[in-house]
């Protein structure tokens, strides 16, 4: 769980970096159309860089132990659940790319498992029953 937290973090951060640091790129990547050219507001996609990134924060935080500081878990999974569920939405509306998509599979579905694990085990550590 340390490590996958840790993992997390910092994949979380080197993602944000680069789109804050590259918000015409990592756009681009992400299947979305963008605004204009030359992206007028870079400031949006540098915003989402910035959310992911504070998130790498927290889940180095939550490294040093997770069963302690499973709040932080929990909210970084709703993200990376509800994140795809939204996307997949615009998907289905037609108001996004579906290539889009492919972004959800790093950023997202693969933490799904981990983090689920580890709020089960914190659930468990704190007396929980299934």
Known sequence: MRGVLALAGVYNLAWGAWAVLLPER?????????????????????CIGMIVGVYGVGYLIAASD?????????????????????????????????????????????????????LRHA???RGGRE
């Open 26 to 46: 990592s756009f681009a990547n992400s299947g979305m159309q963008r605004p204009d050219q030359p992206l007028h507001y870079p400031e949006l996609w540098q």
């Open 66 to 118: 997770p069963a302690r500081h499973w709040p932080v878990v929990l909210v970084g999974f709703l993200g990376k659940f509800f994140g795809p569920v939204g996307l997949a939405y615009g998907v289905l509306t037609g108001r996004s790319s579906a290539e889009g998509l492919l972004t959800c599979v790093p950023n997202d579905l693969i933490w799904w498992a981990p983090f689920v694990l580890t």
């Open 123 to 125: 659930y468990r550590s």
